[in-house]
């Protein structure tokens, strides 16, 4: 029995502590949003934030995110608000067939919230996501965006 809290929620699940966070998600909690792409932590669909950082989760063990705070897709908007992020990615039309993007998206949450105003370069090397689509570019430009409208939110709100 493994105590999580994802998504501000805790939840309690009865399986085995090396299942991958990713089935637990997925399998036992319904929580599709988070995809299965290659299950060796290389392409990043099951991308998931651990105590805010960006974490593979086909292949992190269950009993490793017990008394972590987990934030998955499906708890990032807000009120039914959606992110800066969740606004730029449909302001720049990023998705193409759409299944790496629940990664993409907590990636690119995850390194606005360690990195405010990030340079190309910083977005090359921390968004590791693979996009078979390649819409890279379309990303870059989106994450800016977010960090704009990010800063223009924190300016309002004082």
Same mark, same amino acid.
């Given at each position: ?19 991958? /966070? ?58 039914? !608000? ?14 193409? =067939? ?15 919230? !360690? @990195? ?12 590791? @996501?693979? =996009?078979? =689509? ?17 800063? @223009?939110?924190?300016?309002? /709100?004082?």
């Amino acid at each position: 029995m493994a105590e999580l809290k994802i998504n501000g929620k805790s939840i309690n699940v009865d399986v085995e502590g090396g299942m991958p /966070l990713l089935w637990v998600l997925r399998d036992e909690l319904d929580m599709t949003g988070t995809k299965y792409g290659c299950g060796v932590s290389s392409c990043g669909a099951c991308t998931v934030m651990i105590d805010g950082v960006a974490t593979k989760s086909c292949t992190f063990p269950v009993a490793s995110a017990a008394g972590k705070e987990i934030t998955t897709i499906e708890g990032i908007a807000k009120q039914g !608000q959606l992110t800066a992020v969740q606004r730029a990615w449909i302001e720049h039309q990023v998705p193409q =067939c759409g299944y790496c993007q629940s990664g993409m998206i907590m990636a690119a949450e995850a390194l606005l919230d !360690q @990195n405010p105003e990030p340079t190309d370069m910083d977005i090359d090397e921390s968004m590791t @996501n693979i =996009c078979r =689509c390649g819409t890279y570019q379309r990303v870059r430009q989106a994450i800016h965006s977010a960090a704009k409208l990010r800063a @223009n939110e924190a300016e309002l /709100l004082g």
